[in-house]
Protein backbone atom coordinates (compact mmCIF):
# COMPACT_ATOMS: atom_id res chain seq x y z
CA UNK A 1 0.00 0.00 0.00
CA UNK A 2 1.28 3.51 -0.65
CA UNK A 3 1.82 6.06 2.53
CA UNK A 4 0.38 8.98 3.47
CA UNK A 5 1.44 11.81 1.06
CA UNK A 6 2.01 15.44 1.58
CA UNK A 7 2.27 18.17 -0.68
CA UNK A 8 4.29 20.87 -0.59
CA UNK A 9 6.81 19.14 1.22
CA UNK A 10 8.53 22.94 1.79
CA UNK A 11 6.89 25.89 1.82
CA UNK A 12 8.06 29.58 2.77
CA UNK A 13 5.27 32.03 2.98
CA UNK A 14 5.12 36.12 4.43
CA UNK A 15 3.50 36.89 7.87
CA UNK A 16 -0.33 38.25 6.65
CA UNK A 17 -0.36 35.63 3.83
CA UNK A 18 -2.53 32.42 3.91
CA UNK A 19 -1.48 28.63 3.01
CA UNK A 20 -3.21 25.40 2.13
CA UNK A 21 -1.62 22.15 2.61
CA UNK A 22 -3.04 18.70 1.02
CA UNK A 23 -2.57 15.07 2.36
CA UNK A 24 -3.83 11.93 1.21
CA UNK A 25 -4.12 9.05 3.08
CA UNK A 26 -3.53 5.56 3.53
CA UNK A 27 -6.31 3.95 0.97
CA UNK A 28 -9.13 2.89 2.81
CA UNK A 29 -7.96 4.64 5.95
CA UNK A 30 -11.31 7.00 6.68
CA UNK A 31 -9.80 8.73 9.61
CA UNK A 32 -7.36 12.14 8.83
CA UNK A 33 -5.88 13.87 11.29
CA UNK A 34 -3.35 16.92 11.60
CA UNK A 35 -0.42 17.88 13.59
CA UNK A 36 2.30 20.64 14.63
CA UNK A 37 5.41 19.69 15.50
CA UNK A 38 8.65 22.44 16.58
CA UNK A 39 11.28 21.70 18.62
CA UNK A 40 9.30 24.26 22.04
CA UNK A 41 5.66 22.58 22.00
CA UNK A 42 6.21 19.16 20.42
CA UNK A 43 3.62 17.03 18.54
CA UNK A 44 0.39 18.94 19.05
CA UNK A 45 -2.60 17.65 17.70
CA UNK A 46 -4.86 20.21 15.60
CA UNK A 47 -7.85 18.46 14.46
CA UNK A 48 -9.39 14.95 13.13
CA UNK A 49 -11.75 14.74 9.75
CA UNK A 50 -13.40 11.25 10.14
CA UNK A 51 -15.85 10.47 6.78
CA UNK A 52 -15.73 14.37 6.08
CA UNK A 53 -16.92 15.50 9.56
CA UNK A 54 -14.37 17.02 11.94
CA UNK A 55 -14.47 14.42 14.77
CA UNK A 56 -11.56 15.85 17.07
CA UNK A 57 -10.05 19.10 17.46
CA UNK A 58 -7.21 20.37 19.59
CA UNK A 59 -6.28 24.08 21.03
CA UNK A 60 -5.51 25.95 18.42
CA UNK A 61 -7.16 29.37 17.39
CA UNK A 62 -9.68 29.61 14.38
CA UNK A 63 -7.39 30.67 11.83
CA UNK A 64 -6.06 26.94 11.77
CA UNK A 65 -8.84 25.33 9.87
CA UNK A 66 -9.23 21.72 7.66
CA UNK A 67 -11.51 20.07 5.62
CA UNK A 68 -11.92 16.23 4.43
CA UNK A 69 -13.28 15.28 0.86
CA UNK A 70 -15.50 12.34 0.04
CA UNK A 71 -12.59 10.50 -1.16
CA UNK A 72 -10.58 11.09 2.32
CA UNK A 73 -8.19 13.56 1.34
CA UNK A 74 -7.82 16.28 3.47
CA UNK A 75 -6.62 19.88 3.26
CA UNK A 76 -5.69 22.19 6.20
CA UNK A 77 -5.40 26.23 5.46
CA UNK A 78 -3.82 28.75 7.99
CA UNK A 79 -4.69 32.10 7.65
CA UNK A 80 -3.57 35.28 8.56
CA UNK A 81 0.24 33.59 8.90
CA UNK A 82 2.64 34.55 12.19
CA UNK A 83 6.15 33.78 12.66
CA UNK A 84 5.03 31.00 15.32
CA UNK A 85 3.47 29.30 12.57
CA UNK A 86 6.36 28.18 11.35
CA UNK A 87 6.70 24.64 12.05
CA UNK A 88 6.55 20.76 10.66
CA UNK A 89 2.95 19.97 9.47
CA UNK A 90 2.03 16.18 9.93
CA UNK A 91 -0.53 14.67 8.54
CA UNK A 92 -1.70 11.33 9.44
CA UNK A 93 -4.13 8.89 8.65
CA UNK A 94 -6.17 5.64 10.89
CA UNK A 95 -8.22 3.22 10.12
CA UNK A 96 -10.94 5.13 12.82
CA UNK A 97 -12.92 2.12 13.47
CA UNK A 98 -13.27 0.46 16.72
CA UNK A 99 -10.67 -1.24 18.53
CA UNK A 100 -7.10 -1.51 20.15
CA UNK A 101 -6.17 0.11 16.43
CA UNK A 102 -8.47 2.75 16.53
CA UNK A 103 -5.88 5.46 17.61
CA UNK A 104 -2.88 4.04 15.33
CA UNK A 105 -1.41 6.56 13.72
CA UNK A 106 0.36 6.16 10.15
CA UNK A 107 2.15 9.49 9.35
CA UNK A 108 3.12 11.48 6.05
CA UNK A 109 6.53 13.12 5.64
CA UNK A 110 5.16 16.48 6.83
CA UNK A 111 5.26 19.99 5.53
CA UNK A 112 7.86 22.45 6.63
CA UNK A 113 6.50 25.85 6.74
CA UNK A 114 8.64 28.66 7.54
CA UNK A 115 6.77 31.94 7.46
CA UNK A 116 9.06 35.46 7.39
CA UNK B 1 -5.07 18.18 30.90
CA UNK B 2 -3.38 14.71 30.84
CA UNK B 3 0.06 15.02 30.25
CA UNK B 4 3.14 12.65 28.96
CA UNK B 5 6.51 13.17 30.66
CA UNK B 6 9.47 11.03 28.96
CA UNK B 7 12.93 10.68 29.90
CA UNK B 8 15.65 11.34 29.49
CA UNK B 9 15.17 13.62 26.91
CA UNK B 10 18.73 13.29 25.05
CA UNK B 11 20.73 10.07 24.99
CA UNK B 12 24.13 9.49 23.54
CA UNK B 13 25.11 5.84 23.68
CA UNK B 14 27.62 3.76 21.71
CA UNK B 15 27.20 1.18 19.78
CA UNK B 16 25.94 -2.16 21.30
CA UNK B 17 25.23 -0.65 24.62
CA UNK B 18 21.65 -0.48 26.18
CA UNK B 19 19.09 1.74 27.21
CA UNK B 20 15.80 2.36 28.61
CA UNK B 21 13.70 5.19 27.76
CA UNK B 22 10.39 6.06 29.66
CA UNK B 23 6.93 7.54 29.30
CA UNK B 24 5.26 9.03 32.50
CA UNK B 25 1.25 10.17 33.21
CA UNK B 26 -0.44 10.88 36.50
CA UNK B 27 -3.30 9.76 34.45
CA UNK B 28 -4.85 6.83 33.65
CA UNK B 29 -4.38 5.83 29.54
CA UNK B 30 -6.70 3.43 27.55
CA UNK B 31 -3.70 2.39 25.14
CA UNK B 32 -0.27 4.23 24.65
CA UNK B 33 1.55 3.87 21.26
CA UNK B 34 5.79 4.25 20.55
CA UNK B 35 6.60 6.07 17.44
CA UNK B 36 10.20 6.68 15.95
CA UNK B 37 10.95 9.68 13.58
CA UNK B 38 14.15 10.41 11.97
CA UNK B 39 15.10 13.32 10.41
CA UNK B 40 12.77 14.89 7.54
CA UNK B 41 10.42 12.44 7.82
CA UNK B 42 6.94 11.59 9.42
CA UNK B 43 6.33 9.28 12.91
CA UNK B 44 6.21 5.92 12.26
CA UNK B 45 4.39 3.48 14.57
CA UNK B 46 6.53 0.88 16.47
CA UNK B 47 3.85 -0.63 18.63
CA UNK B 48 0.30 -0.31 20.21
CA UNK B 49 0.41 -1.52 23.85
CA UNK B 50 -3.02 -1.74 25.70
CA UNK B 51 -3.35 -3.96 28.37
CA UNK B 52 -1.62 -3.00 31.65
CA UNK B 53 1.06 -4.70 32.78
CA UNK B 54 1.71 -6.03 28.66
CA UNK B 55 4.78 -6.79 27.33
CA UNK B 56 5.44 -6.94 23.64
CA UNK B 57 9.05 -7.31 21.73
CA UNK B 58 10.14 -5.87 18.48
CA UNK B 59 13.31 -7.66 17.63
CA UNK B 60 15.92 -5.71 20.30
CA UNK B 61 13.08 -3.13 21.59
CA UNK B 62 10.95 -4.24 24.57
CA UNK B 63 7.70 -2.44 25.32
CA UNK B 64 6.37 -2.49 28.46
CA UNK B 65 3.12 -1.04 29.82
CA UNK B 66 2.72 -0.14 33.35
CA UNK B 67 0.05 -2.08 35.49
CA UNK B 68 -1.78 0.93 36.33
CA UNK B 69 -1.70 1.98 32.58
CA UNK B 70 0.10 5.13 33.41
CA UNK B 71 3.71 4.76 32.31
CA UNK B 72 5.23 2.86 29.92
CA UNK B 73 9.13 2.10 28.68
CA UNK B 74 10.97 1.12 26.16
CA UNK B 75 14.03 -0.90 26.25
CA UNK B 76 16.57 -1.21 23.38
CA UNK B 77 19.34 -3.97 23.73
CA UNK B 78 22.67 -4.01 22.01
CA UNK B 79 21.94 -0.49 20.61
CA UNK B 80 23.09 0.26 16.98
CA UNK B 81 23.51 3.18 15.28
CA UNK B 82 20.43 2.67 12.81
CA UNK B 83 18.52 3.28 16.33
CA UNK B 84 18.99 6.75 16.02
CA UNK B 85 16.18 9.14 16.05
CA UNK B 86 13.58 11.02 18.03
CA UNK B 87 11.39 8.42 20.12
CA UNK B 88 7.91 9.40 21.03
CA UNK B 89 5.40 7.94 23.30
CA UNK B 90 1.68 9.17 22.70
CA UNK B 91 -1.32 8.05 24.83
CA UNK B 92 -4.97 8.00 24.54
CA UNK B 93 -6.91 9.37 27.88
CA UNK B 94 -9.15 6.82 29.44
CA UNK B 95 -12.02 9.12 28.35
CA UNK B 96 -11.73 8.15 24.45
CA UNK B 97 -11.62 11.74 23.53
CA UNK B 98 -9.78 10.38 20.50
CA UNK B 99 -6.82 12.83 20.44
CA UNK B 100 -3.81 11.49 20.81
CA UNK B 101 -1.30 13.23 23.34
CA UNK B 102 2.31 12.87 22.87
CA UNK B 103 5.05 13.05 25.03
CA UNK B 104 7.95 15.43 24.04
CA UNK B 105 9.97 12.84 22.46
CA UNK B 106 13.43 11.47 23.46
CA UNK B 107 16.26 12.15 21.02
CA UNK B 108 18.89 8.99 20.62
CA UNK B 109 21.95 9.22 18.97
CA UNK B 110 23.96 5.60 19.11
CA UNK B 111 28.01 6.50 17.74
CA UNK B 112 29.33 3.38 16.07
Known amino acids: KAGVTQTPRYLIKTRGQQVTLSCSPI?????VSWYQQTPGQGLQFLFEYFSETQRNKGNFPGRFSGRQFSNSRSEMNVSTLELGDSALYLCASGPGTSGSRLYEQYFGPGTRLTVT | TQLLEQSPQFLSIQEGENLTVYCNSS?????LQWYRQEPGEGPVLLVT?????EVKKLKRLTFQFGDARKDSSLHITAAQPGDTGLYLCAGVGSSNTGKLIFGQGTTLQVKP
Open chain 2, 49 to 53: VVTGG
Open chain 2, 27 to 31: SVFSS
Open chain 1, 27 to 31: SGHRS
